[in-house]
């Protein structure tokens, strides 16, 4: 499985972007897919994910309300709609997908098995 993250750039505080993850090698449609962040000195964090079954999503509280995830299988995409944008939501950006089988949160970064390569978004004005 190969991921390309994509869609990061500058943007002023209160702006939007929307981040893309696209898949090659497998189909996305049936399998999670996490977003996580790293900010500059800090651990890479949760950021938001999308379950398999379902396609229901769950957020790290501090996105919550102003992120959105979603999933476009035709494309074999998922997607990070980013809107209300703060300064601290500076990071790389990275997009995972785990395909092994079990009960997992999907929160952690060692519950997944492939990584893009990641995303600069840079919010300042």
């Known amino acids: 499985v190969q991921l390309q993250a994509s869609g990061g750039g500058l943007v002023q505080p209160g702006g939007s972007l929307r981040l893309s993850c696209a898949a090659s090698?497998?189909?996305?449609?049936?399998?999670?897919v996490g977003w996580f962040r790293q900010a500059p000195g800090k651990e890479r964090e949760f950021v938001a994910h999308?379950?398999?079954?379902?396609?229901?999503?769950y957020y790290a509280d501090s996105v919550k309300g102003r992120f959105s995830i979603s999933r476009d299988s035709a494309e074999n995409t998922v997607y990070l709609q980013m809107n209300s944008l703060k300064p601290e939501d500076t990071a790389v950006y990275y997009c995972?997908?785990?395909?092994?089988?079990?009960?997992?949160?999907?929160?952690?970064?060692?519950?997944?098995?492939?990584w893009g390569q990641g995303t600069l978004v840079t919010v300042s004005s």
């Open positions: 999308i379950r398999s079954s379902g396609g229901s999503a």
């Open positions: 090698g497998r189909t996305f449609s049936n399998v999670p």
């Open positions: 995972a997908t785990a395909v092994r089988r079990g009960v997992y949160s999907y929160t952690r970064p060692d519950e997944y098995d492939y």
